[in-house]
């Protein structure tokens, strides 16, 4: 199928475009002027220039294509300027979702995060039944255009669905010094003492992107909302993994002990898709080992 595809040259988007090509599906990427186009070109992506400010070039982006997922997030201060962030990532998504719907291209795919959930609820299953409190401003953007592909679904009958990531770790494809967690794995392997209990649900970029591509062309997945999350992580947890790969002798305070993961999101649905979210803490150690074998010499 033609997939017209936003934030084709980012983090993420590398990966869902590769998995796109990999399934045998075309590409059509929005690029800006300053998108990084490497790999794009290499792979014979067809780009279509503009940005999520001109309006014109989202309509020239979805006409022709059969599939349109969105993945393209404008970064602004979201608690400094929450018009902007409206106007920008809610504004244009809902265009996007009508030259979709104004061109019969009956699928919207649209990656959402895992921040729409928002605030959670003691006692309720983190599953995609879970009630909708976003408590920022950047999940209640996510949440706004999550309701506005629901209701494309029942008023004009498209498949679109919404699919929320947690954090997704992994190495940018075309720079290595962009790896999640870099800076903390690279420290502790020079030696250096290590304390926090923070944590989160995580899942990698290869997952991430095969779940959602799963979407494509599905018709099961019509007005559905999906978690995308593999488990729960301590930054101690990348800590000790950085330390036993690397030799280092950091001193890592222990601030979790035995916990617990202090919360579970459920993401039955999208493995129920084929979605292989099962990697667990070895992927995080994997990921660990491969950041510092890009980066020798630094620590």
């Known amino acids: 199928m033609k997939v017209a595809l936003t934030g084709a040259s980012g ?33 014979g992506v067809e780009m279509v220039p503009g940005d999520l400010h001109d309006v014109a070039s989202l309509e020239a982006l979805v006409d022709g294509t059969e599939v349109v997922l969105h993945n393209a997030l404008e970064w602004v201060n979201f608690t400094d300027s929450p018009r902007e962030a409206f106007e920008t990532n809610v504004g244009r998504s809902l265009d996007l979702l009508e030259f979709a719907r104004k061109h019969g291209r009956q699928q919207f795919i649209f990656v959402s995060s895992i921040a729409a959930l ?14 909708i409190w976003p408590d920022t401003i950047y999940g209640t953007c996510k949440a706004m255009v999550d309701d506005a592909c629901t209701g494309y679904h029942h008023v004009y009958g498209m498949n679109t669905s919404s699919w929320r990531p947690a954090l997704v770790y992994g190495v940018d494809m075309l720079d290595p010094k962009r790896a999640t967690w870099r800076n903390l794995i690279l420290s502790v392997a020079r030696g250096e003492p290590f304390s926090s209990d923070e944590g989160g649900s995580v899942n990698s970029m290869e997952d991430t992107a095969h779940a959602i591509v799963l979407a494509v ?30 030799g280092s002798n950091a001193v890592i305070e222990d601030r979790i ?43």
């Open 257 to 299: 002990g035995a916990a617990e993961p202090r919360f579970r999101v459920l993401s039955d649905k999208a493995r129920a898709l084929g979605a292989r979210l099962n990697r667990g803490l070895d992927g995080v150690r994997q990921h660990v080992q491969r950041v510092l074998e890009l980066s020798k010499g630094e620590w």
């Open 118 to 131: 928002g605030a959670v609820a003691p006692d309720i299953p983190l599953s995609e039944i879970h009630p």
């Open 11 to 43: 983090f993420l988007g590398h990966y869902l475009t590769k998995e796109l090509l990999d399934r045998g599906h075309e590409v059509r990427a929005l690029v800006r002027e300053s998108s990084r186009r490497e790999l794009l070109s290499k792979w």
């Open 217 to 246: 062309g599905n018709p099961a997945v019509a007005g559905q909302q999906y978690n995308v999350v593999d488990c729960y992580y301590y930054k101690q947890q990348v800590a000790q993994f950085a330390k036993e790969l690397s």
